[in-house]
């Protein structure tokens, strides 16, 4: 009996099938999210560009990467760097031109990795000619936006009242009284990001001509910015928005989490905006004919809306649903069995023929090497290449940036600017947004001028891909090699998953695949030393070779195990097949 089916027989996991069908480009790619402003400054203005990304493509080709998604880089006065679009078919002139970016297409192309933008669909910049066109009740904009009147202050005449008391994610009332329209506008963001009238068929196409226009310049997809913000609840007869319910959750009445979003939130119509954003990319591509162009969405909605998204009997929706529970539901307390449990929730609740993600990070959160510990950064990677589906990394985990702490003074983030110096650290997402560490030299290899827009991590001098490429068990080659593995052998591909804890510290990894090697991951998330069976005492015999270790393993690839006892030090994790 193969060893691995005794490791997991009696442990009552279902096995998941992984469909080994031919699989479309998309269905085991690595995607890499690309912060532009921080990745790479060709001109030494301390900002990133379209010429630094273009510059550096070898490099995501060097790390296996398979398509790269890139946070928005269209015309923006930057209130919250480029999710507030003020021209949606240019580029903002500290990126760089159309030129460039055509530029920067036709290098993907020759050095085949994909390209994706991130499409903002839920709101502009206030700044965006067809907001200040809404503002002036220009014909055909009047209802572009959410407008409201308000009420009269019966405590004060010269004031008026918002029309309800929902609030933005960045604290504060959602509602911006303007002076010229006599009346208030919805942003479920910052005052300076407006949010469209969805319920407005003129918004619906504005944005599938915004698709459109991208597709034609040659992009392989989008990322979908904030989907479950997209509707609103109808006013009633009166014209009246509903209250939302307080949460409980907080005292703090200008804190988002104050209250329940019931009516601003995962409205039912966002589904069905999702299932006709996936219509303009596959009419798309049958009119234009190349690779399937892909939708990945951003939504942190709970399981059961995230299924619907993938698109229903009749229906495709995103290719790729964000799941972002390695995100939010694990970090360093986690133990092996919430591991198996938040992994095989999201393999279990899927509907038939979707196709898995796992996201570790992205430019919202904290680093994972700070969510997790840098103990863990390897097994973190390791894990990620090894599951089903989609990996998605964001800039940086190949090479196990960490958090920058940043002074309330240097501090620029939105977000975390709507607080106060007691509570900005809580909520800043500086802290993941640093420049990358490409080298141990000025501005570790980031731009050339003299000032960066958020400071350089102080640990760039260990750091960073120069230094990390000549060192064998450095993350970004370990990272690499895992990568390696998950492109070119089959069982990586198309094998059966099997997850389980082995014990409260311990949890394994199986994917199996007919006349294949099978592979195993092993992996002890606890701080102290693990005796590991892997085998029932029949198979106790068999031998098991490494393929990969992590940095805090002194184990080396093609050492030998037995299965049935041996030691896994803490954040150990290893990537073991049958000894030959
Ligand atoms: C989600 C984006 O990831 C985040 O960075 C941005 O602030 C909000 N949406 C608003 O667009």
């Given amino acids: 009996m193969n060893l691995i089916g005794v490791v997991f027989l009696g442990l009552a996991v279902p096995s998941i099938f992984v469909n080994a069908a031919t699989k479309d480009w998309w269905e085991t790619a690595s995607i890499y999210q690309i912060y532009p402003r921080s990745f ?41 760097f480029g999710y507030d679009i003020s021209d949606f078919f240019d580029i903002q002139p500290e990126y760089g031109t159309l ?12 050095v085949g990795v994909k390209v994706l933008l991130d499409l903002v669909p ?17 014909q055909g904009y009047e209802s572009f936006y959410v407008w409201h009147p308000g009420y009269p202050d019966p405590k004060n005449s010269t004031n008026r009242l918002p029309p309800s008391n929902w609030i933005s994610e960045f604290r504060f009332s959602a509602w911006t009284w303007r002076e010229e329209r006599q009346e208030f506008y919805l942003h479920q963001f910052l005052y300076k990001q407006p949010d469209f009238n969805y319920r407005n068929p003129a918004v619906v196409q504005q944005m599938k001509d915004i698709m459109t226009f991208w597709l034609k310049r040659g992009i392989d997809g989008f990322r979908i910015d904030a989907v479950p913000h997209l509707f609103e609840v109808e006013p009633d007869r009166d014209g009246v928005y509903p209250d939302e319910p307080l949460s409980g959750e907080t005292d703090d009445p200008n804190s988002y989490n104050y209250l329940k979003h019931i009516y601003t939130f995962d409205q039912p119509e966002t589904i069905d905006m999702v299932y006709q954003w996936r219509q303009v990319v596959d009419d798309f591509q049958k009119q234009n004919g190349g690779d399937t162009r892909i939708l990945l969405t951003e939504a942190y909605s709970p399981l059961n809306v995230l299924m619907q998204y993938y698109g229903n009997a009749t229906m495709n929706g995103s290719h790729i649903p964000f799941n972002f529970h390695l995100i939010t539901e694990l970090n360093e307390t986690s133990k092996a069995p919430d591991f198996e449990r938040v992994i095989n929730e999201w393999m279990n ?12 990070g992205n430019h919202d959160q904290r680093r994972v090497a700070s969510r997790y510990g840098v103990e863990k950064i390897d097994l973190l990677n390791m894990l990620l290449m090894i599951l089903p589906g989609v990996a998605v990394n964001y800039n940086g985990e190949e090479i196990g940036m960490t958090d920058v702490w940043i002074s309330w003074n240097d501090t620029v983030d939105p977000e975390a600017c709507n607080t106060d110096p007691e509570h900005y650290e809580a909520v800043s997402r500086d802290v993941a947004r640093t ?20 400071p350089i991590g102080l640990n760039y001098k260990q750091v960073n891909v120069e230094t990390e490429r000549k060192y064998v068990r450095s993350y970004l080659n370990t990272y690499k090699r895992a990568k390696e593995l998950r492109h070119n052998t089959k069982t990586f591909q198309d094998g059966d998953f099997k997850m389980v804890a082995i014990n409260e510290n311990v949890f394994g990894i199986e994917r199996s695949l007919q006349n294949q090697d099978t592979f195993v991951m092993v992996a002890n998330v606890g701080s102290r030393l693990e005796r590991v069976n892997l085998g029932s005492l029949e198979n106790s015999l068999d031998v098991m070779e490494v393929v990969l270790s992590s940095d805090k393993s002194p184990r080396r690839i093609g050492d030998v195990i037995r299965a049935s006892e041996f030691i896994l030090l803490p954040n150990e994790a290893l990537y073991l097949r049958p000894k030959a």
């Fill in 40 to 80: 790479k400054d060709s001109n030494g203005d301390g900002i990133g560009d379209l010429k630094g990304i273009t510059e550096m493509l070898p490099y995501l080709k060097e790390i296996g990467v398979d398509v790269t998604w890139l946070s928005p880089i269209f015309k923006s006065p930057m209130a919250d």
């Fill in 99 to 110: 030129q460039d970016f055509d530029n920067l297409i036709a290098r993907a192309k020759e």
């Fill in 122 to 138: 839920n709101h502009s910049s206030d700044e965006n000619e067809w907001f200040i066109k809404s503002l002036n009740k220009e």
């Fill in 349 to 360: 609740a899927m509907p038939a023929g979707r196709t898995a993600n796992w996201v570790l």
């Fill in 435 to 454: 420049p990358f560490q490409w080298d141990d030299g000025t501005d570790a290899g980031f731009s050339t001028g003299s000032h960066t827009w958020l």
